[in-house]
């Protein structure tokens, strides 16, 4: 089965700016990735091509970095998730949007894991890391957007499962 996913928000800062926050991936000063939520991102090296790690138990190997434009990830775990995930930053009329893309084919179990447990958790992550770009650049206060009656269950679940 194919996966595509796609998260995007549009930001009134340059590329540069946004450039940034993406470049601060799993840093001590992450501005992007919502660690004080969610599984903190972390790897084995600083970002780089061929840094091996992920956030909790998603595991993959950056294949492409353009500092300040995007990062390639490549999957290596869950089994059955076959592709990458993907940071954009581009100019957009006058905008710069930051994008996170999944494309992907999964297989064997992975086709009933990914849309009822990994999807949820995943739309959720991803909207909270785009809130709390917005937030970092200036845009307010990041507050937590209120996650569903789905995705809060499944937090307790795997909580009481990791215990």
């Known amino acids: 089965m194919r996966v595509f996913n796609r998260h995007s928000r549009k930001l009134q800062k340059s590329p540069e700016a946004v450039g940034k926050l993406l470049d601060s991936l799993a840093s001590r000063s992450d501005g992007l990735w ?36 995007f990062v390639t990830f490549r999957f290596t775990s869950p089994k059955g998730f076959l592709g990458t995930h993907v940071f954009t930053v581009e100019e957009a009329d006058g905008e710069t949007e930051l994008t996170h893309t999944i494309d992907m084919k999964v297989r064997g179990g992975a086709i009933l894991t990914w849309p009822m447990v990994f999807r949820p ?21 990041w507050e937590r957007r209120g996650w569903s009656t789905y995705v809060r269950s499944l937090r307790r679940l795997l909580a009481k499962r990791r215990r």
């Open 34 to 69: 919502p660690h004080e939520l969610w599984p903190r991102m972390a790897f084995d090296k600083p970002l780089g091509v061929g840094a091996k790690g992920g956030h909790g138990p998603i595991r993959y190997t950056v294949e492409s970095y353009e500092p300040g434009r």
């Open 121 to 141: 958790l995943h739309d959720a992550l991803l909207e909270d890391a785009l809130d709390k770009a917005q937030a970092s650049l200036g845009g307010g206060e």
